[in-house]
């Protein structure tokens, strides 16, 4: 089974300073992991993919992850925060079912706080 | 294009109630997902469903749970004699196909409050 830990629960950034959320994932081959955004009563939103492409992957709205075997991590950063990424954020592992569908393992989230 | 539309946003029922949850998924899409976030959670897969079928039901607890997604109409999650414990967010998501690194489009979600 596969599954996936975000190292931070929260974290708060100054605005216009860097951001980094953590990620790491637990996998028996090469998945495909996933950011999700949610911003306060609205859908989740996804801002980049891991696809066993490029290792470097660029999102919306300036983030991106960089995909690391070696350390089983997919950390989230930004150079520059802006208050409009406050917001919760998910790290998402891809499996497949038994049944061929895409099933998706989320981690429990990591509140980020932008200070003006 | 509308996305995946959820109904209702917020629901609230009594202990012993039953609660049906609807998700439009996005035109063109025949593939439907829910997924359940609980307090302080990440959201946990429930059920797969394309037309008519229950493709995937893995998720789902065994008792009281039951999605549909008819030929017409919306999806829907009911959830029968509900308990404190089924409070939660529930979440749908829709596709345009089945497997192949494919994006998952989500809604905005329902939030249940069993009181």
């Known amino acids: 089974a596969q599954s996936v830990t975000q190292l931070d629960s929260h974290v708060s950034v100054s605005e216009g300073t860097p951001v980094l959320l953590r990620c790491n994932y637990s996998?028996?081959?090469?998945?495909?992991l996933f950011w999700y955004v949610q911003h306060p009563n609205k859908g989740l939103q996804l801002l980049l993919k891991?696809?066993?492409?490029?290792?470097l992957v660029k999102g919306i709205n300036g983030f991106e992850a960089e995909f690391k075997k070696s350390e089983t991590s997919f950390h989230l950063t930004k150079p520059s925060a802006h208050m409009s990424d406050a917001a919760e954020y998910f790290c998402?592992?891809?499996?497949?079912?038994?049944?061929?569908?895409?099933?998706?393992?989320f981690g429990t989230g990591t509140r980020l706080t932008i200070i003006p | 294009n509308a996305g995946v539309m959820q109904n209702p946003r917020h629901l609230v029922r009594r202990r012993g109630q039953e609660a049906r949850l609807r998700c439009s998924p996005m035109?063109?899409?025949?593939?439907v997902y829910w997924y359940r976030q609980l307090p302080e959670e990440g959201l946990k897969f429930m059920v797969y469903?394309?037309?008519?079928?229950?493709?995937?039901e893995s998720g789902m607890p065994k008792e009281r749970f039951s999605a549909e997604f008819p030929k017409e109409g919306p999806s829907i999650l009911r959830i029968q004699q509900v308990v404190r414990g089924d409070s939660a967010a529930y979440f749908c998501?829709?596709?345009?196909?089945?497997?192949?690194?494919?994006?998952?489009?989500f809604g905005q979600g329902t939030r249940l409050t069993v009181v």
């Open positions: 035109k063109g899409h025949s593939h």
């Open positions: 996998s028996s081959y090469s998945p495909s």
């Open positions: 998501a829709s596709s345009p196909q089945r497997t192949g690194n494919t994006e998952a489009f």
């Open positions: 469903l394309q037309k008519e079928n229950i493709i995937d």
């Open positions: 998402v592992v891809s499996d497949i079912s038994n049944f061929g569908n895409e099933k998706l393992t």
């Open positions: 891991y696809t066993s492409a490029a290792t």
